[in-house]
């Protein structure tokens, strides 16, 4: 996802947005244990190098990924070199090539791993962390609307209703340690944007309205010019 402009709250409104219960808490128990990484997920992870390949809603088989529940990483999975690849490619991706990029997810890159890469607003030089398995445990109820965009739905933009703070669980990547965190404003956004790729939901399905955008458009096509968007021939889907 990349929200070049600023957010605009076009609406503050205290509505009933009844709190949802995650359903996986920070505590690692219920987590399946060893390596259960597929053969296609392995490829993708073994193969990708740096930037990778952005799925879109509008490739069939991309689709599939993008619409399905994503799952939590064991903790041998969390430990091993192949999500330290992904994390760092993670961040190559978001970030590439203008740095406008404020989150993606593993959906968006082919994997159905409860993983993704945002930039903490709330958090002095607005760093891009990694988290994994990350879930929210609860939505406030006062509701915010503000324009939101996708990688993987180029060329379009909408107004979307989104919690002004949640509460969230993680694993963060960078202390690798469980965290359970409070978060508001723009990174409460992003958060919910990011989480919602790790259950199949996109943001058209929440959006008041959705319309193309020239502007957005002509940002994707950067990363068009940099293979974002080009299917490699070992993708294996
Ligand atoms: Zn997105």
Redesign the pocket.
């Known amino acids: ?1 990349s929200y070049k402009s600023v957010i605009a709250v076009i609406a503050l409104i205290s509505a009933v947005f009844s709190c949802k219960s995650g359903n996986k808490s920070d505590n690692s128990s219920d987590r399946p244990s060893g390596m259960t990484f597929t053969r296609e997920e392995l490829t993708i992870l073994n193969q990708s190098d740096s930037v990778m390949y952005l799925t879109v809603i509008g490739d069939k088989s991309d689709s599939l990924i993008l619409r399905k529940v994503s799952r939590d990483l064991t903790q041998e999975e969390l430990d091993s070199p192949e999500a330290a690849t992904l994390a760092r490619n993670l961040l190559a991706t978001v970030q590439d090539p203008s740095q406008d990029g404020v ?3 593993s959906p ?1 890159v082919g994997l159905n791993l409860r993983m993704l890469a945002l930039m903490r607003y709330d958090r002095e030089g607005r760093p891009l962390q990694v988290y994994a398995n990350v879930h929210i445990d609860s939505l406030f109820t006062n509701v915010v609307k503000g324009p ?6 180029p060329n379009y933009r909408g107004v979307v209703p989104r919690a002004d703070s949640i509460i969230v669980s993680y694993f963060d990547f960078q202390t690798k340690q469980f965290k359970k965190d409070t978060v508001g404003g723009y990174t409460a956004i992003i958060f919910q ?2 989480t ?2 790790l259950e199949g939901i ?2 058209t399905d929440r959006a008041d309205t959705v319309f193309f955008n020239q502007a957005w458009a002509d940002e994707r096509k950067l990363y068009e010019q940099h293979g974002a968007y080009t299917k490699p021939a070992w993708w294996p889907y």
């Open positions: 996802m989150g993606i997810s968006q939101e965009g996708c990688l993987s739905i944007h990011e919602d790729h996109l943001y």
